[in-house]
């Protein structure tokens, strides 16, 4: 349905050159439901016969075509052999899941068995790395790279050996990073973090200076800042003198319990409870940080516990919590490839391929580097990555303890094929696993429906300049109410050839974090509901929803998206962060009880990986989880 503000908005001029591009695009390669450049970008792209999905915009993540199959999957859909092609294929290895957990465990495959093993990769997107993903813009000839999903290397110094080892192989060298980020960039330009209140909420829009979620989110400001910030932010007068006593009072909410009882009771009640029932705020003050959790924990504060706020959140500097001893010094947050962990899926891509690229060797020639796309799948590589392929089912040639093979059978472009291997690793979604292997004992298949994963939005935006941010002060900006609950200005990255936006005069990339959620009901129910409405948002809504509160917040600053917004890439994840748990409502099951570990056990020559495995939402996790599926079949006789 049209809105009345959709030409201010730029939807009529954005709609206009969509349509024509859809139609350019759509006879191109027949496969793509929406794309949208600016011309420039468009004609060169058009003109490259080589396919080359980073550089697509438009609805990615999770792009149409890629889920469609998996959803018949879920509802039941059989495919039996009769009605497959065999492409005569023998490999040593399947793995079915090209995210970062799959791509490592075909690197820790060939590295035991050796150069010669023959692996395949089968994943349902048009690209690899799983989450791990590339987006590319252009603007005037000038390339501006993005991420997708995967935004750092988080905690570099707890990675296993195995993960670290990894990174050491892929020529990843952390402490570069140091002088590669710009941490300054936007102080230098007096520019901090701020806070939008919309006026469906709040009475009217306001974009007010000051507020603090975490490191990520940009400088932190000084202490004191609340007392600014509640004068100006559209509170009532109860709200404002609750927000200031609860940034500076000292009581303790918890009194009575001991450390350990209130560290308990912190994991068991929301952040939300904690607020309303123990600090006794204004509601308008729980309000505000409903939706501070959601980059973290994809999840608000009414399903976050309390301990979620840890040390920097208001509330709990009175309990008299011992500060945790940190083993090292914390890092800040800057183990940022301009395509966030992309960059590590395409090296081990390359280490894999050699033949996808001359360069990309090292944490710096990999960040420029246009992959040839049309080598990963090449018949004369023992290693090959087949994308846009959903793996429909998975079993024993004959007895799972003594079959020599597994068959492996996935749908292509509505074809379906098998291929045989000798082992498998299953590095997809844990839920679609038990439709994949019926077979799988009953306990194992229950286990591996249990956790369910966070549904995300990361839509980047280019944008014509930083003009507006500038002028009102901030590059990152917080709503407690909006569509979106985050968006930043890019990380300053300067690696290899590649330069960032250094000037409020040149394009730069935006980055919107939106987490679709119910709030009141339980995690996992508003992860189930989240993903539902995900799958029913059009593109249309996304355009619509970012460029209003990006005029709305920006607005007084002199932003027009009708000329400001460049180009628009929703990366739309339903199935996002691996189920890490709901501390609200989870026992305290003893190891072997732990749902994740019951499911990831190796059935026969199947086993299991991906971050789901982990019950984490890492990569290094994820990595480590990938070597130890391969550690499980290599100790199979061949
Ligand atoms: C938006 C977002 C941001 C994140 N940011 C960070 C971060 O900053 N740092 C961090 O460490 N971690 C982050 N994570 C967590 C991230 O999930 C892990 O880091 C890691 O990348 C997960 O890798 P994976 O291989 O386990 O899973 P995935 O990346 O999900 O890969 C699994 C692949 O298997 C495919 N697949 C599923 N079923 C089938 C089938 N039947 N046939 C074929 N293919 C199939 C999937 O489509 C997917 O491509 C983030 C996650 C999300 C969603």
């Given at each position: 349905m049209r809105q009345p503000d959709d030409r201010s908005l730029g939807m009529d001029r954005a709609i206009s050159r969509r349509d024509f591009l859809d139609g350019a695009r759509v006879a191109l390669t027949g496969s793509l439901a929406y794309r949208w450049l600016e011309p420039a970008a468009w004609a060169e792209q058009s003109a490259s016969p080589v396919p080359y999905p980073p550089a697509l915009t438009g609805m990615r993540g999770t792009h149409d075509g890629a889920w469609e199959v998996a959803h018949q999957v879920r509802d039941g859909k059989i495919w039996d052999d009769g009605a497959s092609v065999d492409t005569g294929e023998t490999y040593d290895l399947v793995v079915v899941g090209g995210g970062i957990s799959g791509l490592a465990a075909a690197y820790f495959f060939r590295k035991s068995a050796g150069p010669a093993a023959r692996i395949l990769v089968l994943d349902n997107h048009d690209d690899f790395g799983g989450h791990a993903k590339r987006n590319e813009f252009s603007s005037a000839g000038r390339l501006l790279i993005g991420y997708g999903g995967t935004q750092a290397i988080e905690q570099r110094q707890n990675w296993s050996p195995v993960a670290r080892g990894l990174r050491d192989e892929l020529g990843i060298d952390t402490e570069k990073f140091f002088t590669a980020v710009d941490q300054t960039l936007y102080a230098r330009h007096g520019m901090g973090q701020g806070v939008f209140f919309d006026r469906e909420t709040w009475g009217q829009d306001r974009l007010v200076r000051g507020g603090r979620g975490n490191p990520a989110e940009g400088p932190v400001p000084p202490d004191g800042w609340w007392r600014d910030f509640a004068r100006q932010a559209p509170f009532s007068e109860s709200a404002r003198k609750d927000f200031v006593r609860l940034h500076e009072d000292r009581t303790d909410y918890l009194s009575g319990l001991s450390v350990e009882e209130k560290?308990?009771?912190?994991?068991?009640?929301?952040?939300?409870?904690?607020?309303?029932?123990?600090?006794?705020?204004?509601?308008?003050?729980?309000?505000?940080?409903?939706?501070?959790?959601?980059?973290?924990?994809?999840?608000?504060?009414?399903?976050?516990?309390?301990?979620?706020?840890?040390?920097?959140?208001?509330?709990?500097?009175?309990?008299?919590?011992?500060?945790?001893?940190?083993?090292?010094?914390?890092?800040?947050?800057?183990?940022?490839?301009?395509?966030?962990?992309?960059?590590?899926?395409?090296?081990?891509?390359?280490?894999?391929?050699?033949?996808?690229?001359?360069?990309?060797?090292?944490?710096?020639?990999?960040?420029?580097?246009?992959?040839?796309?049309?080598?990963?799948?090449?018949?004369?590589?023992?290693?090959?990555?087949?994308?846009?392929?959903?793996?429909?089912?998975?079993?024993?040639?004959?007895?799972?303890?003594?079959?020599?093979?597994?068959?492996?059978?996935?749908?292509?472009?509505?074809?379906?094929?098998?291929?045989?291997?000798?082992?498998?690793?299953?590095?997809?979604?844990?839920?679609?696993?038990?439709?994949?292997?019926?077979?799988?004992?009953?306990?194992?298949?229950?286990?591996?429906?249990?956790?369910?994963?966070?549904?995300?939005?990361?839509?980047?935006?280019?944008?014509?300049?930083?003009?507006?941010?500038?002028?009102?002060?901030?590059?990152?900006?917080?709503?407690?109410?909006?569509?979106y609950a985050l968006m930043f200005l890019d990380f300053p990255v300067t690696l290899g050839t590649y330069r960032p936006s250094q000037s409020p005069e040149e394009p730069i990339l935006l980055h919107m974090v939106r987490v679709p959620c119910a709030p009141g009901r339980p995690r996992r129910d508003q992860h189930r509901a989240g993903r539902a409405e995900l799958l029913q948002t059009s593109f249309e809504v996304f355009e619509r929803r970012t460029r209003d509160v990006l005029a709305r917040a920006l607005g007084p600053g002199g932003f027009d998206p009708r000329t400001d917004i460049q180009g628009i890439t929703v990366n739309r994840w339903p199935h996002g962060y691996a189920d890490f748990g709901d501390p609200l409502t989870d026992p305290d099951w003893p190891e072997p009880e732990r749902p994740w570990i019951i499911a990831r056990q190796r059935f026969g020559r199947i086993a299991i990986a991906n971050s789901d495995a982990a019950h984490e939402a890492e990569t290094h996790a994820a990595i480590d989880e990938g070597h130890r599926a391969v550690q499980e079949l290599l100790a199979l006789p061949s």
């Open positions: 560290r308990r009771k912190l994991r068991s009640i929301s952040y939300k409870d904690y607020l309303l029932q123990y600090a006794r705020v204004d509601p308008q003050v729980a309000a505000y940080f409903q939706q501070r959790t959601h980059s973290g924990w994809a999840i608000g504060i009414d399903a976050a516990p309390a301990s979620a706020a840890g040390r920097t959140w208001p509330g709990l500097q009175g309990l008299g919590l011992p500060a945790p001893e940190p083993a090292v010094p914390a890092d800040p947050y800057i183990f940022h490839f301009p395509d966030g962990n992309a960059s590590i899926a395409r090296l081990i891509v390359r280490a894999l391929i050699p033949a996808v690229s001359a360069t990309g060797q090292g944490m710096e020639e990999i960040v420029t580097a246009r992959l040839d796309y049309r080598r990963l799948d090449d018949p004369q590589s023992p290693v090959r990555v087949r994308l846009s392929s959903t793996v429909v089912r998975v079993r024993h040639d004959g007895e799972p303890d003594r079959a020599a093979h597994t068959i492996v059978t996935y749908v292509t472009g509505g074809k379906v094929f098998r291929v045989k291997a000798s082992r498998t690793v299953l590095a997809c979604y844990h839920s679609i696993i038990p439709k994949l292997c019926p077979e799988l004992p009953a306990r194992q298949r229950e286990a591996l429906m249990f956790g369910v994963k966070a549904p995300l939005v990361y839509t980047n935006v280019l944008l014509r300049n930083w003009r507006a941010f500038e002028k009102l002060g901030v590059s990152h900006v917080y709503t407690p109410s909006g569509y």
